[in-house]
Nanobody, 124 residues
Framework: QVQLIESGGGSVQAGGSLRLSCATS????????LGWFRQAPGKERAFVAS????????YYEDSVKGRFTISRDSGKKTVNLQMNSLKPEDTAVYYC?????????????????WGQGTQVTVSS
């Protein structure tokens, strides 16, 4: 079992930055991959970024490449999502998720532990 609690959401103007953080607990730190997903109003929850348990592999959805950076902090046991150059289309509820294994993937169905989500709103 992995517990996940997101923080850091908020409202920002287009071009601005936000940093999301997800505190994790419950299992050995490097035994599970972590990911960020988002769900915009009226849309399905979609992959944003993921990072392996060993912190050696990352994946990004095409629209966020070069703008978002995912990272793990082993000391604080958090996974972070630095979001720069934000656009109105980034507006969504952002969810932290954990896989039952250390290999990072982009498939939502492979992430079995989920946080409650944090709202990100980007205005034009």
């Amino acid at each position: 079992q992995v517990q996940l609690i997101e923080s850091g959401g908020g409202s920002v103007q287009a071009g601005g930055s936000l940093r999301l953080s997800c505190a994790t607990s419950g299992r050995t730190w490097d035994t599970y991959a972590l990911g960020w997903f988002r769900q915009a109003p009226g849309k399905e929850r979609a992959f944003v970024a993921s990072i392996s348990g060993s912190d050696t592999t990352t994946y990004y959805e095409d629209s966020v490449k070069g703008r978002f950076t995912i990272s793990r902090d082993s000391g604080k046991k958090t996974v972070n999502l630095q979001m720069n150059s934000l656009k109105p289309e980034d507006t969504a509820v952002y969810y932290c998720a954990a896989r039952n294994g250390p290999v990072a993937t982009m498939k939502k169905s492979e992430y079995i532990f989920w946080g409650q989500g944090t709202q990100v709103t980007v205005s034009s």
